[in-house]
């Protein structure tokens, strides 16, 4: 089974923080992304990365940055943790290729920041 | 803009009884469809998808999709629900692009015993 894990369930920090969220894979997928989840808002896309160390803009990177060293891990970073990031972050990775081919999501980080 | 539209917000039925979840996509070429399921405290976890081929797929926990392109519809059905059918249900669309899914808002689903 393709297995994405997700280095903490839940997260309090402060305000001004640096927040680090990782994210692993196991399945040698190419393709890997962040997403913030809020009630009413559904899944928004932060960045994904479809090869190590490239990158790519979502929906709403402000305020994020990521890192892809390695091809299984995918790693997202609050520079300067605000009280609007307080959300649910979800990584998932995919296949490349042809075709298309579904994301395969880790349980997700509740991160407060107070 | 492509997008991908769940009508209805909130649904709730009763134990036993039929579901039909609406779905509407705007890209105009071949889609490809996914519904998820995200249940209280769980993670994403795929139903189904359709690339192409029998437009009447079949998922897993009972559920079915019937893609009908003259409609720009992809509606999840399940004869019978059950209340751990009870969850959040998202319509999600490729569009041709493995890097990027286009999702819905969300139906939330609640089941009366």
């Known amino acids: 089974d393709v297995k994405v894990t997700q280095s903490s369930r839940y997260l309090v920090k402060r305000t001004g923080e640096k927040v680090f969220l990782e994210c692993v894979q196991d399945?040698?997928?190419?393709?890997m992304f962040w997403y913030r989840q809020d009630p009413g808002l559904g899944l928004r896309l932060i960045y994904f990365?479809?090869?190590?160390?490239?990158?790519e803009k979502g929906d709403i990177p402000e305020g994020y940055s990521v890192s892809r060293e390695k091809k299984e891990r995918f790693s997202l970073i609050l520079e300067s943790a605000s009280t609007n990031q307080t959300s649910m972050y979800l990584c998932?990775?995919?296949?490349?290729?042809?075709?298309?081919?579904?994301?395969?999501f880790g349980p997700g980080t509740r991160l407060t920041v107070t | 803009a492509q997008s991908v539209t769940q009508p209805d917000i909130h649904i709730t039925v009763s134990e036993g009884a039929s579901l039909e979840l609406r779905c509407n996509y705007s890209?105009?070429?071949?889609?490809?469809l996914f519904w998820y399921v995200q249940s209280p405290g769980q993670g994403l976890q795929l139903l189904l998808k359709?690339?192409?081929?029998d437009t009447l797929v079949q998922g897993i926990k009972g559920f079915e999709a019937e893609f009908k392109r003259s409609q720009s519809s992809f509606n999840l059905r399940k004869p019978s629900v059950h209340w751990s059918d009870a969850a959040e249900y998202f319509c999600?669309?490729?569009?041709?692009?493995?890097?990027?899914?286009?999702w819905g808002l969300g139906t939330s689903l609640a089941v009366n015993p």
């Open positions: 999600v669309n490729n569009a041709g692009n493995n890097r990027k899914l286009i």
């Open positions: 890209y105009g070429a071949t889609p490809y």
């Open positions: 359709y690339f192409s081929g």
């Open positions: 399945m040698d997928h190419e393709n």
């Open positions: 990365s479809y090869d190590v160390k490239m990158k």
């Open positions: 998932a990775s995919s296949s490349s290729g042809q075709g298309a081919y579904e994301q395969y």
